[in-house]
Every structure is written in C-alpha cells, then in structure tokens.
C-alpha cells in the first residue's frame, strides 16, 4: 500500500513538472546539444553539416579577432563588474536610509525604470546624447570649457561610453538585489551594536556587509557572467566600433554566425565562451565559502 502510494505521487510530481521538463529540453538541452555537434562541423545553413574535425578549434587559436575581442571583454568585465557591484550598493545603502517608505518607493522607481525599457529605443536617445557635434553631454562639458569628446569615435573614450549607458539602463538590477538584501537584515543587529559605542563605519563592516555578503556574492557572480557576455551596450551604442575598438566576444559570434553564415565556427566561438564563464564560476564558488555568510542566527 506505501508503494502503491509513493510510486502516485511519484507519477503526479512527474506530471507537474513535466511542462517546465519538456520547456528545457526543447529550449535549452536541444540547442546545447546542437551547439557541441555544430561546434566540430561546417555549417551555413543553407547546406547539410559537414563533419570537420578539430578544424574549429584549430581556428580558434589562430583567430587573431577572436582574441581581440576577448581583450575588449575583459576591459568591460574590468569596468562594469566593480561598477554595478559598488555603485549599486552605495545607491542601495542611500535609499535604504531612514526616510519615509514613500520616498523609498519613489526611488525605487527612478533607479529600476530604466531595466524595463526597451534597450534599442533607449540607445537611440543615448546616440544623440554621445553625439559628438550636436549631443547634449558634450554641450555641458562645454558650458564648463571642455573640447567636445568623440565618445563613439575614439578607442580611448568608447569604453567610458560604453559604462555611461550601462550605469544608466542596468544599475537598477545590483541595487534591488541590494536594497531587498538590506531590508531582510534586523535591525536589532545594528540597535545593539549602536548601543554598544559602534560607529557607522564599524557596524557597516561588522553587520551589513557579513550579513548582506550572500546577495554580494549573487550581485558578483550575476554581473561578471553578464559582463562576459556582453552584446547589447556595444552593439546598440558603438556597434563594435571604432573598427573592432569595443566588439564584444558576443558580438564576434553574432557576426560569424548571422553575418559569414558559419554556424559551425560560430558554435565552437559560443564554445570557448560557455566554458570560460563555466571556469570563472566555479573559481567563485569554490572561494565563496571564506568570505560568505549564509548563517542569520
């Protein structure tokens, strides 16, 4: 009779997950498979694949573009990374100050709006505010006597651009997880500490960060996977440029696959990328357990 009941309940929560079972496989599971096999073949889509070997992956190392773009990702992981995680949890740290809940829904708002608008409608506006002639940035630059800045025609002032637009449209994600992060810690950990002579400084470094440090680390593990795979701010903002100045690997891929039609390159290209990120995850994960805490007692 128990077997009779744990085999239906097995079948009955087999049932239920069976729709979000058959979404992955279809979606996830079915393109990655494709993916691998496509990564040692020649591909363009319009004709059957052709079994090539390690053909990619000798074209891989030689591909003196591909390593151009992964020095520009690394730029972006070394600017946006530092930038969302800190910045956000400054502004989150602000907001989440004692002023009245109103205020906070308000601000809430304002540093959230931006993630739910339309990247490419917003990186219109953006274009003509980066304009270097006409755009309105370098119009205020120049009420205070600077030159006007070639912000999408220089190397040097692309990636500048580049985190503008960034801060702007995804500083709202780090700072939610912060702000709820923040919101989730007693407050009697900081009344005690108080009474106890601590400074704001001290009870910053002794309270909030241990007991926020799971969401830094979810905020650090999200933003530097995001950052290696960036596409939308390059392509919408510089498209790549100057040259091949601020072309992303995501944006590399994009182009041999829908531009050269090799679908077959392009997969080993998604490849490489898949397991770095994959390495540079579990490296997080394995240091993790020396700084997080997940203990709240």
């Not at 906070?104 to 931006?114: D, E, W």
């Not at 700072?175 to 005690?192: C, D, K, M, N, R």
């Not at 905020?219 to 601020?246: C, H, K, N, R």
């Amino acid at each position: 009779m128990l077997v009779n009941r744990t085999r239906s309940n097995m079948i009955i929560g087999l049932l239920f997950l069976a729709p979000a079972l058959l979404f992955f496989i279809l979606f996830i599971g079915e393109p990655v498979v494709a993916t691998l096999y496509l990564s040692f073949t020649k591909y363009n889509v319009l004709t059957p694949s052709r079994w090539t070997g390690f053909a990619n992956v000798k074209h891989l190392f030689s591909d003196s573009r591909l390593w151009l773009t992964y020095g520009n990702t690394l730029k972006y992981i070394a600017i946006l990374t530092p930038m969302h995680a800190i910045l956000g949890l400054l502004i989150a740290l602000a907001v989440n100050r004692n002023i009245s809940k109103g205020w906070k829904y308000v601000y809430r708002t304002i540093f959230y709006f931006p993630v739910l608008a339309t990247s490419a409608a917003v990186a219109v506006a953006w274009q003509f505010i980066f304009n270097t002639d006409f755009g309105i940035l370098n119009y205020f630059l120049g009420k205070f006597g600077i030159d006007p800045i070639p912000w999408m025609q220089s190397p040097n002032w692309v990636y500048l651009a580049v985190a503008i637009y960034s801060f702007w449209k995804f500083i709202g994600n780090a700072f939610l997880y912060y702000l709820i992060g923040l919101q989730s810690i007693p407050e009697a950990l900081y009344e005690a500490a108080e009474i106890d002579g601590a400074s704001s400084i001290q009870r910053f470094f002794a309270i909030t960060v241990p007991m926020l440090s799971p969401t830094i680390f979810f905020v650090l593990v999200t933003t530097l996977i995001g950052a290696m795979q960036i596409f939308d701010e390059p392509y919408l903002i510089t498209s790549g440029g100057p040259g091949d100045a601020s072309r992303s690997v995501n944006m590399y891929i994009y182009e041999v696959a829908f531009q050269h039609h090799d679908m077959g390159y392009a997969s080993m290209l998604s490849l490489s990328l898949f397991l770095l990120i994959l390495c540079v995850t579990i490296i997080q994960f394995s240091f993790s357990h020396k700084w997080v805490n997940y203990d709240r007692e």
